[in-house]
């Protein structure tokens, strides 16, 4: 799981007594996460990483997760390696699960524009300032992922949470660079 956080998305996987594996930004937050996830008798490796930097070896993962990290990445160029970089992790017949900020999403709307792609987060929480890559309708994640991933399925799930609008494009791959 790319920026898994504090592995809730590692939880399902492990009660299958799959092998676990997490990618956090900050090795403080991995070393949390590692203790948390050791807490409750879960068996999982958390490294410090980014989108583009995965420690681990090539053709490592049968399934690479990555739950609204890629749009961290700042331009077309880091969005290209980050995608890249997923490949080089997952196993030949390997599947990404992706999902990011979709064009109807609050965080979205209230961006201001940068560029092509490239948004700052303006209004909304703690990211205030920070650059994005934003992806603004599913022909545009599909033309990215095509570059790289084979079998591409798409989709998009719009949310209400309270009076938030959240809005996430999403995609299952498998990796065809092997």
Same mark, same amino acid.
Do not use: W
């Given at each position: 799981?790319?920026?898994?956080?504090?592995?809730?998305?590692?939880?399902?996987?492990?009660?299958?007594?799959?092998?676990?594996?997490?990618?956090?930004?900050?090795?403080? &937050?991995?070393?949390?996460?590692?203790?948390?996830?050791?807490?409750?008798?879960?068996?999982?490796?958390?490294?410090?990483?980014?989108?583009?930097? &995965?420690?681990?070896?090539?053709?490592?993962?049968?399934?690479?997760?990555?739950?609204?990290?890629?749009?961290?990445?700042?331009?077309?160029?880091?969005?290209?390696?980050?995608?890249?970089?997923?490949?080089?992790?997952?196993?030949?017949?390997?599947?990404?699960? @992706?999902?990011?900020?979709?064009?109807?999403?609050? &965080?979205?709307?209230?961006?201001?524009?940068?560029?092509?792609?490239?948004?700052?987060?303006?209004?909304?929480?703690?990211?205030?300032?920070?650059?994005?890559?934003?992806?603004?309708?599913?022909?545009? @994640?599909?033309?990215?992922?095509?570059?790289?991933?084979?079998?591409?399925?798409?989709?998009?799930?719009?949310?209400?949470?309270?009076?938030?609008?959240?809005?996430?494009?999403?995609?299952?791959?498998?990796?065809? @660079?092997?």
């Amino acid at each position: 799981d790319v920026g898994c956080g504090y592995g809730n998305n590692l939880l399902p996987f492990a009660r299958e007594k799959c092998a676990c594996y997490g990618v956090e930004v900050t090795g403080e &937050i991995a070393e949390k996460t590692q203790s948390i996830l050791n807490s409750f008798g879960i068996d999982a490796a958390i490294k410090e990483g980014r989108n583009s930097s &995965i420690p681990f070896e090539a053709d490592f993962f049968d399934l690479c997760i990555s739950l609204n990290a890629l749009h961290y990445e700042k331009n077309e160029e880091q969005i290209m390696n980050a995608l890249k970089e997923y490949c080089r992790v997952l196993k030949p017949d390997g599947a990404l699960y @992706l999902s990011t900020v979709g064009p109807g999403h609050d &965080i979205y709307k209230k961006a201001k524009v940068m560029g092509s792609h490239q948004f700052q987060i303006q209004d909304y929480d703690f990211r205030d300032g920070e650059q994005y890559f934003y992806f603004s309708d599913l022909k545009y @994640l599909e033309y990215y992922l095509k570059q790289f991933f084979a079998d591409i399925e798409l989709g998009q799930v719009t949310e209400k949470l309270m009076t938030f609008d959240l809005d996430f494009l999403i995609a299952v791959c498998r990796n065809k @660079l092997n």
